[in-house]
Nanobody, 124 residues
């Protein structure tokens, strides 16, 4: 079992930045690839970013590439999502997820554990 707790969400103006954190506990965190997904009201959950188990490989959706950066600190059992140049369309609940698949994946079905989510709201 892996428990995931997200933090760092909030309200920010367009063009601003936020850093989300996801603290993991339970089963060995460093063996899991990790991902961030988001869900806006009335929309399906969508992939944002993923990182493999070592942190050497990352993968981003086209909508956030160049603005968001995913990273991990295995010593702290934490994965981060640095979000810069935020836009109103980034408004969503952001979820952290852990996968037994070691390579970074954009596929929802590859993730075995999910956090409760943290709200990010970007005002115009």
């Amino acid at each position: 079992q892996v428990q995931l707790v997200e933090s760092g969400g909030g309200l920010v103006q367009s063009g601003g930045s936020l850093r989300l954190s996801c603290a993991a506990s339970g089963r060995t965190f460093s063996s899991n690839s990790m991902g961030w997904f988001r869900q806006a009201p009335g929309k399906e959950r969508e992939f944002v970013a993923a990182i493999n188990w070592t942190g050497a490989s990352t993968y981003y959706s086209d909508s956030v590439k160049g603005r968001f950066t995913i990273s991990r600190d295995n010593a702290k059992n934490t994965v981060y999502l640095q979000m810069n140049n935020l836009k109103p369309e980034d408004t969503a609940v952001y979820y952290c997820a852990a996968s037994y698949v070691r390579s970074a994946s954009y596929l929802h079905r590859h993730y075995d554990y999910w956090g409760q989510g943290t709200q990010v709201t970007v005002s115009a």
